[in-house]
């Protein structure tokens, strides 16, 4: 058959990629039709709650649930014994002791025992008839203070192999990437700057809380219903939770209202499954803000010691980052992501990082959008600033001066591709946005960011229906527009229109593994997947419109949404559209699919230069938000609206990092402001309109070009923010979030 599939199709060759058409959710969405979380129902179904610590570190001593187990309505009361005895990995063992509290209580709203009862009053009696005694004990939230002596210590058994001996026991692990001699670049230098940079914990701030259905019968096969960014993820884990073959449980992700790596775990799943299994009743959670912000995994508060030389010139002779993360209760902070991502930008000789994962008594963090990356850059893209404006220098010049380009040693260990890089720094310099004048109390910042960019394991099925629509199956919750996405590669491959492709997202006992929706992976990954599927089914096809030619498969090529023949001897009958062909696929042969499934490699790194405007008050210390720009490469934008949008979201969560929001503990380690009216994320009135400029340097690892462009948008702000209200204020800012009073602060001490 004359069809390439090794093929990388040129822009101008696309047809349906690269255009806007509506989006396939938007009147599910609008009208309300579609169903989240928290809309499932089942017959029967009970009401689940949790009963959550109200310290920040305390040994349980005692749980007493007879009371409530007494009360009329109630019909299962949960604590961690009533999980099976069975023994688990580490990283799982974690999971299960963040959804229940095994021997303590590691923070503010762990929790520690759950009911299940017909109506949410009635569970919430149940609650507080619960008695749990709790032995008070010494608790540490600062990442800092965590390692130094004397600090509480949460795990007895300390950290793993990678942790010096004699080091603080909530150091869980030690991280370290670089090449050449750091001390050899520095003595190089015209100027070396030091410098220690400090960032708060923030929220993904996602708007639907977390919520599931659970359904569990006598014969161990259960259902699950949530809000997801993996439910092949929720499965897995779990099963191995609670004991079960993971072919017992069968997972359906809901509409998401949100998730930006928060929802790359698990919460409530188990609880919810394990009180279905001991009630035989289905089984409804959902959370409270409150919760969600006590009780879920924000991104990780951070301290970052930075040393850099440059030459006068401009030239980065060395760079070394000393990253301290702390992770909340468990190991797993990003502080590995952080210091592979804190110099990738850049070209440099010299250069290490070294980060150390610590324990505190605060919430088990969880991914946020580049998880590790924005905190590393904001301290390595500061320091950057600062030492070019010491020089006289232009901060967009030097940055070119040191870009990473094709063929690049990478800081944390790859020789890069093509990227894109190179391509945002000039097109930034070239934009009108870098000569417009600023007024007084003004200023401007720039910073450059970086993502790795993932595969995973992915599985596609593509199905052409009898009339010769096509329906398009994957196992990955769409959270920015990956059903958009794969009906026009699909469409674009078959040649067909976009309203011709459905995409849906099936159910976990309808597909092979898949890996969760996170490190922008789903365009790339299942977006390559879909493309060889339909491949696949354009194979079949030629092979059926040959069987009727009466032809050579060899002899038939697609192009245009139908088979034709090719070639001297292929005769001369008229194309068979895909229509036409799927109308007698009963008579060739029978149904025609495409399916594939990989774990690809070949994601493609991302980098982003982000610019910002913005203007404080010199009496009150308020910033505003002037004027942003963002220069971003996506490889190929498959819908541009959409990428627009993940370029914009990022850098208004990355305005509210770098501004407000933050996680605010009293002494007590109780978390202060569990709310939105405390918690304060930007609203459209805090904001200017986010302008985007997409370039498209093409992966060469995807047929298309495409790279994920979700996680980069949120590395740069946090720096380009700081850079540009350090010229603004006059004083250079080092910790985040610059509220009001801190920039007030950093003014009058000049």
Not at 680 to 685: D, E, F, G, M, T
Request: proline share 6%.
């Amino acid at each position: 058959m004359a069809l390439d599939t090794k093929q990388t199709l040129d822009t101008h060759q696309f047809k349906v990629v690269g255009t806007r058409p509506l989006r396939p959710d938007g009147v599910d969405k609008v009208t309300g039709r579609a169903r989240f979380g928290a809309d499932m129902s089942a017959p029967g179904m009970l009401v689940g709650l949790v009963l959550r610590s109200p310290h920040a570190h305390a040994r349980i001593k005692s749980i007493d649930t007879s009371a409530a187990e007494a009360m009329d309505g109630v019909h299962a009361v949960l604590t961690r014994a009533d999980f099976p005895d069975i023994e688990l990995d580490d990283f799982t063992a974690d999971i299960l002791d963040n959804c229940m509290a095994g021997e303590k209580a590691l923070y503010d709203g762990h929790a520690v025992a759950a009911v299940a009862a017909s109506s949410g009053h009635i569970a919430k009696k149940a609650l507080k008839a619960i008695k749990v005694e709790y032995e008070a004990l010494d608790h540490v939230t600062d990442v800092d203070e965590a390692i130094k002596p004397g600090a509480p210590v949460l795990h007895a058994a300390g950290g793993n192999e990678s942790v010096p001996e004699g080091s603080s026991p909530n150091i869980m692990a030690r991280y370290e990437f670089g090449h050449g001699d750091i001390d050899a670049g520095l003595g190089q230098a015209d100027r070396v700057i030091e410098r220690t940079y400090k960032t708060e914990a923030t929220h993904q701030g996602y708007i639907e809380p977390h919520a599931c259905l659970a359904t569990m019968g006598p014969d161990g096969q259960a259902d699950l219903w949530c809000c997801t960014q993996g439910h092949y993820m929720v499965r897995n884990t779990c099963a191995e939770i609670l004991g079960m073959d993971q072919g017992q449980l069968r997972v359906t992700a809901s509409e998401i209202g949100g998730g930006f790596g928060g929802k790359t775990t698990v919460f409530l799943e188990p609880v919810a499954l394990m009180l279905s299994r001991k009630s035989s009743r289905p089984v409804k959670m959902v959370m409270t803000r409150s919760e969600v912000l006590r009780a879920t995994g924000p991104t990780a508060s951070s301290s970052v010691d930075v040393r850099i030389g440059m030459t006068k010139d401009g030239r980065i002779t060395a760079g070394f980052a000393e990253l301290r993360y702390q992770g909340g209760a468990y190991a797993g902070s990003p502080v590995e992501f952080g210091s592979m991502s804190a110099f990738a930008p850049y070209d440099l000789d010299h250069v290490k990082t070294v980060g150390w994962d610590i324990v505190t008594n605060r919430p088990k963090q969880a991914a946020y959008r580049a998880p590790g990356a924005p905190m590393a850059a904001f301290a390595v893209e500061s320091a950057i600033d600062e030492l070019a404006k010491g020089f006289g220098l232009d901060p967009l010049e030097v940055r070119l001066k040191n870009a990473a380009r094709e063929g690049t040693l990478a800081s944390y260990g790859p020789t890069y591709p093509a990227i894109g890089l190179e391509a945002t720094l000039r097109t930034a310099k070239d934009h009108p946005h870098w000569t417009a004048p600023l007024g007084p109390n003004q200023g401007r910042g720039v910073a450059c960011g970086f993502w790795f960019n993932f595969g995973g394991d992915t599985c596609v099925s593509l199905n052409i229906t009898p009339d010769g629509t096509v329906t398009v199956s994957e196992g990955n919750p769409d959270i920015g527009g990956s059903r958009a996405s794969m009906s026009m590669m699909a469409a674009e491959e078959l040649g067909i229109p976009y309203e011709k492709v459905r995409t849906i997202v099936a159910d976990t006992g309808s597909l092979g593994q898949n890996e969760v929706t996170d490190g922008s992976r789903v365009t790339f990954a299942v977006g390559l997947a879909t493309i060889e599927a339909a491949r696949a089914a354009k194979r079949e096809m030629c092979k059926r419109a040959a069987m009727v030619w009466g032809i050579d498969e060899e002899a038939v090529e697609w192009k245009d949404g139908a088979a034709h023949p090719a070639g001297p001897n292929a005769g001369e009958d008229p194309p068979m559209s895909l229509a036409e062909i799927a109308a007698i696929a009963s008579n060739t042969g029978g149904p025609i699919a495409g399916h594939h499934e990989a774990n690809p490699e070949g994601a493609g790194v991302s980098f982003a230069t982000h610019m910002v405007d913005t203007e404080v008050d010199p009496d009150t210390g308020a910033v505003k938000i002037l004027r942003y720009t963002v220069f971003q490469d996506a490889g190929k934008a498959v819908h541009p609206d959409y990428v627009e949008g993940q370029f914009q979201g990022g850098a208004v969560q990355g305005i509210g990092w770098a501004l407000n929001e933050e996680y605010i503990y009293g002494e007590d380690g109780i978390l202060q402001n569990a709310g939105f009216l405390d918690y304060r994320i930007p609203v459209a009135s805090d904001l200017p309109m986010i302008d985007t400029v997409i370039l498209e340097i093409p992966n060469p690892g995807h047929p298309y070009g495409v790279r994920g462009v979700g996680e980069t948008s949120i590395v740069p702000p946090l720096a380009a923010i700081a850079n540009a209200v350090s010229e603004a204020a006059g004083v250079r800012m080092v910790d985040l979030p610059m509220s009001p009073p801190k920039v007030l602060a950093a003014i009058q001490s000049k």
